[in-house]
């Protein structure tokens, strides 16, 4: 099946200081990328919706401000937590739609710890 | 999109099927069925989807009833690294645009 991955897989850093997270599909090309975030024991929330050339669509509740998400390629987006603080400490997934628009293949995640 | 109802946990033998049902009695005619799994730290794995009629392929097979209100995955062969959460997602087939939403799901635990 087609791979998504994700860099870093984890990450530690400073309250106020910004972390980018980036989200890559890497043997096909995605039109569309999703970005979630999961809190101990609960499920998958998601955050917004990425398009390749366009904003992102952010779902009700996510600051746009605050989660700032690029999509510049077919292959790449990213997602840069500003001034993070430790209530944005969670695992950050990503997800992206091949051409065939059916099947969602999710990355590995990435394990945020703001101290 | 319709919503789903799973069983909160379920446990399973080594070697022995894993059934897991899931209820989506409000399901449209142009949703389908997906299912996804999310072993611990990690991100979700594309299981199967279907429609209405059953489906099989090298992880699962997929049963929905014949009016759509409820299907059950089968795993048949459970493993110790099968153990996951389980998750019943509808959504409408096809469409880049349409996001997953993903609720508690099934935690299954393979037992030896």
């Known amino acids: 099946g087609a791979v998504v991955s994700q860099h870093p897989s984890w990450v530690i850093c400073k309250s106020g200081t910004s972390v980018k997270i980036e989200c890559r599909s890497l043997?096909?090309?995605?039109?569309?990328m999703f970005w979630y975030r999961q809190f101990p024991k609960q499920s998958l929330m998601l955050m917004a919706t990425s398009n390749e050339g366009s904003k992102a669509t952010y779902e009700q509740g996510v600051e746009k401000d605050k989660f700032l998400i690029n999509h510049a390629s077919l292959t790449l987006s990213t997602l840069t937590v500003t001034s993070a603080h430790p209530e944005d400490s969670s695992f950050y997934i990503c997800?992206?739609?091949?051409?065939?628009?059916?099947?969602?293949?999710f990355g590995p995640g990435t394990r945020l710890t703001v101290t | 999109d319709a919503k789903t109802t799973q069983p909160t946990s379920m446990d399973c033998a080594e070697g022995r099927a894993a059934n897991l049902p899931c209820n989506h009695s409000t399901i449209s005619g142009n949703e389908y069925v997906y299912w996804y799994r999310q072993i611990h730290s990690q991100g979700p794995q594309y299981i199967i989807h279907g429609l209405k009629n059953n489906e099989t392929n090298e992880m699962a097979s997929l049963i929905i009833t014949e009016d759509r209100k409820s299907s059950t995955l089968i795993l048949p062969h459970a493993t110790l690294r099968d153990t996951a959460v389980y998750y019943c997602i509808v959504r409408p087939f096809g469409g880049s645009n349409y996001k997953l939403t993903f609720g508690k799901g099934t935690l299954l635990t393979v037992n030896p």
């Open positions: 997800s992206a739609i091949g051409t065939s628009g059916n099947e969602q293949y």
């Open positions: 043997d096909f090309q995605a039109t569309t």
